[in-house]
């Protein structure tokens, strides 16, 4: 397996942003990810894993760690019965598709969340009232340590958030879907696809959204619109026009323009309806915001 060098976080970030990276490995089975680790360990180098970088945020000046992009048979997908068996690195869409071929729904949810089932668990990533911890029977998660399957509870799941760390890899998932109807199953992923379309800036760069909704009657969104922010722009990033719980990279954008305009958010939020946001993007290397 290769260990590549300075390659930038940019080109493996949805948002386009981020330093280059002090090592990156693209482990392909469980034998090459054990190895990875290992010379990880052996030069006392922190570890990431990247999945499709669709929630992240890498510091400009780079990140001081291996990082990983699980590839190969960890990011295969396999039904077997009513169970999709997935590699941690195995995109949502192409789970997606396995599921229907083999008539299993529940993964419908999935459809407009373009990232990994790594990055999914690692999130508890959801939609439309579903999230990972409903469909997940558990996960192999792999350390320089060892390996060994973690459940939902074990993982703490719960709202965008689970308690893995860096340096613990999901290398593999099993998840328990429902058999169903081809048919019904693209019905309801158009119709998701189209509410996003309508309601999100599907077609520009961004991370997703960039806080989790507060307890609160507005959701993030709607109190960032409310504070004036939509079109609010520094440097090359700016808060979506069509969604104010989005940043998009317009042109050039750094991650410190992006970082800049959350605290601003923050700011602005939290003088007009008294909330601390509390951001669901995940930072990597040396970013300064408030928690
Ligand atoms: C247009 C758009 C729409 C989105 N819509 C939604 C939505 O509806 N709901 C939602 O929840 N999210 C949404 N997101 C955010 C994002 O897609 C999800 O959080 C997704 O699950 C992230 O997966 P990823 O593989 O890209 O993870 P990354 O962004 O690469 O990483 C996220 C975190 O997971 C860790 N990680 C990733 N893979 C692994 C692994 N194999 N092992 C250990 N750690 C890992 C990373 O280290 C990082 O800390 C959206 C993003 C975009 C750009």
């Known amino acids: 397996m290769r260990i590549e060098e300075g390659i ?8 386009g942003t981020g330093g280059p990276a002090t090592a990156l490995a693209r482990p392909a089975s469980l034998a090459e990810l054990e190895q990875a680790l290992a010379w990880a360990q052996e030069r006392g180098l922190g570890v990431a894993v990247v999945g499709l970088g669709s929630n992240l945020l890498a510091a400009d000046e780079g990140v001081d760690s291996l990082v990983l992009r699980l590839a190969g048979e960890l990011a295969d997908v396999r039904a077997e019965g009513e169970l999709l068996v997935a590699g941690g690195g195995a995109t949502n869409a192409v789970s997606l598709h396995r599921a229907r071929a083999a008539g299993l729904g529940g993964f419908e949810f999935a459809c407009a969340i373009p990232g990994t089932a790594g990055g999914g668990v690692w999130m508890n990533a959801g939609a439309y009232g579903s999230d990972w911890s409903e469909i997940l029977v558990r996960a192999r998660i792999v350390t320089a340590d060892g390996s060994g399957w973690l459940t939902p509870a074990e993982l703490g799941l719960s709202y965008r958030h ?19 109807p081809v048919g019904e199953i693209r019905e309801r992923v158009a119709a998701f696809v189209a509410q ?7 077609n520009k760069r961004t991370f997703g959204s960039v806080f989790k909704n507060p307890e609160h009657e507005l959701g993030a969104g709607r109190m960032l ?20 719980n989005f940043i998009e ?23 007009r309806f008294g909330v601390d946001l509390v951001h669901e ?3 990597l290397g040396p970013i300064e915001l408030d928690p």
């Open 8 to 15: 930038p976080l940019a080109k493996l970030t949805t948002i």
């Open 162 to 180: 689970s308690e893995l760390r860096h340096g613990q890899v999901v290398a593999e998932v099993e998840h328990r879907l429902v058999p169903r």
């Open 249 to 271: 990279n317009a042109d050039g954008a750094t991650t410190a323009d992006a970082v800049a305009l959350m605290a601003e958010a923050r700011r602005r939020a939290r003088d």
């Open 281 to 283: 993007v995940e930072l």
């Open 196 to 202: 996003r379309k309508a309601t999100q800036p599907t």
């Open 225 to 244: 619109e409310e504070c004036g922010l939509k079109g609010y722009r520094l440097g090359g990033a700016i808060i979506s026009p069509k969604h104010a």
